[in-house]
């Protein structure tokens, strides 16, 4: 079946301006996961949402990020007023219920100007 | 607080070499072990878990991996390297205990470098 999906695959954004990257999950995957690969640096996790429990958002580095999952598939992060040390890339995972392993998607490339 | 080392940026190789690369962690509880690829411009592709059981792990493309509990490692092997096996790795470790969520902590990752 597909894999996990991500758009777009790049950005380009002034700062201050925000932008919305989605992702989409492989299909019956009840976990979601946003972490974010900067240059030189290994990957950072964001968030994580499984079902419907309250998200966990521990890894957000900011209140100018936010995520959300409607329906309990699709998700989308918002970075507001973005700054330039925003850029990065931006991955998401998905696993089932009650398995450890992730699978990523190929990661939205986010460049602020 | 969970944490993952890997102490070398690069790791070359020449092909039909075997090749290692290290990775220690450090959890509360029991851990489990993962190690991923990734090619350039791609997105992380799973290679192997270490969850229980035998500590020696075989996953793909020929690698493998064995956790020592006792040096709180989690290597990646491969008998003898291939110019493709050429990318950056991740090891990542997650605590068993649940209240440490379910994220994963990744190193900051080797990239292995085969000359043919």
């Known amino acids: 079946g597909a894999g996990v999906s991500q758009s777009p695959s790049n950005k380009v954004t002034e700062k201050g301006k925000d932008v919305e990257l989605r992702c989409d999950p492989i299909?019956?995957?009840?976990?979601l996961y946003w972490y974010r690969q900067s240059l030189g640096q290994g990957l950072e996790f964001l968030i994580y949402?499984?079902?419907?429990?309250?998200?966990?958002k521990s890894g957000l580095p900011s209140d100018r990020f936010s995520a959300e999952r409607t329906g309990g598939s699709v998700s989308t992060l918002t970075i507001q007023r973005t700054q330039q040390e925003d850029s990065a890339v931006y991955l998401c995972?998905?696993?089932?219920?009650?398995?450890?392993?992730?699978?990523f998607g190929p990661g939205t490339r986010l460049l602020v100007l | 607080a969970q944490s993952v080392a890997q102490p070398e940026d690069q790791v070359n190789v020449a092909e039909g070499n075997p090749l290692t690369v290290k990775c220690t962690y450090s959890?509360?509880?029991?851990?489990?072990l993962f190690w991923y690829v990734q090619y350039p411009n791609r997105g992380l592709q799973f290679l192997l878990k270490?969850?229980?059981?035998?500590?020696l792990v075989k996953g793909s493309y020929g690698f493998e991996a064995e956790f020592n509990k006792s040096q709180t490692s989690f290597h990646l092997k491969k008998p003898s390297a291939l110019v493709s096996d050429s990318a950056l790795y991740f090891c990542a470790v997650r605590d068993m205990e649940k209240s440490s969520g379910d994220k994963l902590t990744f190193g900051t990752g080797t990239r292995l470098a085969v000359r043919p």
């Open positions: 949402f499984q079902g419907n429990s309250a998200p966990d």
């Open positions: 995972a998905s696993s089932q219920s009650g398995q450890e392993t992730q699978y």
């Open positions: 959890v509360s509880g029991n851990p489990y």
């Open positions: 270490y969850i229980t059981g035998d500590n």
């Open positions: 299909s019956g995957h009840t976990a």
